[in-house]
Nanobody, 132 residues
Framework: VQLVESGGGLAQAGGSLRLSCTAS??????????IAWFRQAPGKAREGIGC?????????YYTDTVKGRFTISLDDAENRAYLDMKSLKPEDTAVYYC???????????????????????WGRGTQVTVSS
């Protein structure tokens, strides 16, 4: 399994960006999975910001810091996940990663689903910089 992020770059505060994560080596239609987005700012721990859980009918979870501003979506036909970010803030500046956990996850809860240790497959990340 390989994950490749794209779409990062420079945005102004209040602006928007869309990140993509393209998966190869599997098809989303064929497996149970959780696909998540994480970010890591310099000197900080990697933070889970949201995920989609196929085992719960595609239920989406978001961390409070991005809820209402960021949206995760999935295109099964393209084997691609998206992270749409709006109302960007300078504190959103980080390297953004997508990650994939294969298998059934039911009733695990948001906190557990957004733990980096749950994910075996990672992309290399894409830089997002938000200027004030």
């Amino acid at each position: 399994v390989q994950l490749v992020e794209s779409g990062g770059g420079l945005a102004q505060a209040g602006g928007s960006l869309r990140l993509s994560c393209t998966a190869s080596g599997l098809r989303f239609d064929d497996v149970s999975y959780v696909i998540a987005w994480f970010r890591q700012a310099p000197g900080k721990a990697r933070e889970g910001i949201g995920c989609i859980n196929s085992s719960e009918g595609g239920r989406k979870y978001y961390t409070d810091t991005v809820k209402g501003r960021f949206t995760i979506s999935l295109d099964d036909a393209e084997n691609r996940a998206y992270l749409d970010m709006k109302s960007l803030k300078p504190e959103d500046t980080a390297v953004y990663y997508c990650a994939l956990s294969l298998g059934v996850n039911i009733g695990v809860g948001r906190q557990a689903l957004l733990q980096p240790g749950r994910y075996r497959h990672w992309g290399r990340g894409t830089q997002v910089t938000v200027s004030s």
